[in-house]
């Protein structure tokens, strides 16, 4: 690890301040990213400013009929409490199958935002579900803050706060998983919420994104196996050593027949 | 140098160490707690598998000076002198090792599986186990030895 200073704030002003003051400082959640970036000095901030401890960024709340989250819950956290398996199963089951479980004893939600990693699991939950980001200057819809692979809208020393979610009992999150990385080869979560079908893909390679065409085609009562790969703009999809874009988006569609399978 | 404090195996630890340190380095090298290992740089591995406040971590993943307020366990605090604790006393009886390298991690790792399921089938254990990597055994008889573990620990064997 190459040199860097760490400071622990008392709270979300004291945090806020010590982003604002410094170029070099970042902030640090779970560090189940950070570590491995910082060991690999992809990044070298010159400051950590760790937000892990701090009550504004704590706790799992009920929020109208949905739920608002903490951004320094941990995937543990939320994968094993109650309120969070009772309004959004699917989000549980996300958050319990990222990693392995010492990182999920650690890694945050805030965290995992913030960073939108392109395979990443959580934003395909956001997204799909339409949900709320509150940072320390305002409120984002999903749609708006994730802005591309390992981009977001925030701005530079902005804090996530917490999540805003709505409740849903027919929602699925479907992994296919890249057993070597543990992160999604390829990722869907896909919702009925009242104002229809909603589907969202991580993995692809250029960041999460919805799949219109397919919620528009089942919204009008087109069926699950007309759901056609064809129709899925390969523009979405890259290759690497895992897989090409073409076997990508294959896997894309399978999967997004499957979750829509498994919620109607 | 920054001055920190650290709890370890329930004794408090007044050392030096810079903000940059990983804890799996200052259990290691300033505390001579050799038990965590190092077996990637990736933290894909799990040999450096500590809990923190009761939770198992990868104690190459996590600035010691994040570690300051909470309670470290090592494997070096599992066994009561002779007495090996019931997880190791498994590994031990079942041959759930051969080179021994991911076995601190491992052992650690299983008493953290222990505590959420008490009875833990095959399944669970093995998926449990995806933090951990081990280069030895095929796994089967450290499946065996965490099943055999845990029921030792719930006092059932
Ligand atoms: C072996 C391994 C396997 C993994 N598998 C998966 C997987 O399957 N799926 C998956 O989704 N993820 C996976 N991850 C990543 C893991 O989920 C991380 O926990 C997560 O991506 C980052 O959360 P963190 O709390 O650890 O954030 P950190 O590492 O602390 O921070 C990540 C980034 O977010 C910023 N940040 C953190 N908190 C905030 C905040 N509140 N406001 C603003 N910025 C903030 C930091 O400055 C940094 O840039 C894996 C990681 C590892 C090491
Ligand atoms: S040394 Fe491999 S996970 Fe920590
Ligand atoms: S016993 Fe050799 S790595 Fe597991």
Redesign the interface.
């Known amino acids: 690890?190459?040199?860097?200073?760490?400071v622990?704030p008392q709270s979300l002003t004291d945090a806020l301040a010590m982003l604002a003051q410094d170029d070099g400082a970042q902030a640090?959640s779970g560090?189940?990213t950070l570590?491995?970036v910082l060991?690999?000095r992809l990044a070298m901030p010159t400051r950590?400013v760790?937000l892990?401890r701090l009550h504004e960024l704590a706790g799992i709340t009920p929020a109208g009929d949905g739920i608002e989250i903490g951004a320094a819950t941990t995937h543990?956290d939320v994968s094993t409490s109650s309120a969070v398996r009772s309004v959004l199963p699917a989000l549980a089951g996300l958050a319990g199958g990222i990693?392995?479980?010492?990182?999920r004893?650690?890694g945050t939600i805030g965290g995992s935002i913030a960073n939108n990693d392109p395979a990443a699991c959580y934003p395909s939950a956001l997204l799909a579900l339409g949900a709320s980001i509150t940072t320390s200057q305002r409120t984002l819809a999903a749609q708006d803050f994730f802005t591309g692979m390992f981009s977001t809208a925030l701005e530079p020393g902005e804090i996530v706060r917490s999540i805003r979610l709505p409740a849903c009992d027919k929602a699925r999150y479907i992994k296919f998983r890249n057993p070597a990385?543990?992160f999604a080869l390829v990722g869907v979560f896909a919702a009925r919420l009242p104002g229809g079908y909603r589907i969202a893909i991580t993995g692809g390679g250029n960041g999460v994104f919805r799949w219109q065409e397919a919620e528009q085609h089942l919204d009008s009562g087109g069926s699950v196996s007309a759901i056609a790969e064809e129709r899925l703009d390969i523009g979405n999809f890259t290759g690497d050593l895992h897989g090409s874009a073409e076997y990508r988006r294959h896997i894309a569609a399978v999967t997004v027949r499957q979750a829509i399978s498994a919620i109607t | 140098m920054t001055a920190i404090t650290l709890n370890v195996n329930g004794a408090s630890h007044a050392i030096d160490v810079e903000d940059r340190t990983l804890l799996v380095h200052a259990l290691r090298d300033t505390l001579r707690l050799t038990g965590a290992h190092i077996g990637c740089d990736t933290s894909q591995c799990g040999a450096c598998t500590v809990h923190i406040d009761g939770r198992a971590v990868k104690s190459c993943t996590v600035l010691a000076a994040q570690a300051v307020d909470s309670e470290i366990r090592t494997i070096e605090g599992l066994a009561k002198g002779a007495d090996l604790h019931p997880m190791q006393a498994a590994f031990r009886e079942h041959h759930g090792l051969q080179c021994g390298f991911c076995t601190p991690g491992m052992i650690m790792m299983a008493v953290d599986i222990a505590r959420r399921h008490p009875r833990p089938d095959d399944a669970t254990v093995r998926a449990e186990l995806e933090g951990n990597l081990c280069r030895c055994t095929g796994y089967h008889n450290i499946v065996k030895a965490v099943i055999a573990g845990a029921a030792a620990m719930e006092g059932l064997a």
């Open positions: 690890m190459y040199e860097l200073a760490y622990r640090l560090g189940q570590m491995p060991r690999a950590l760790d892990a543990h990693g392995d479980a010492q990182i004893h650690r990385s543990r």
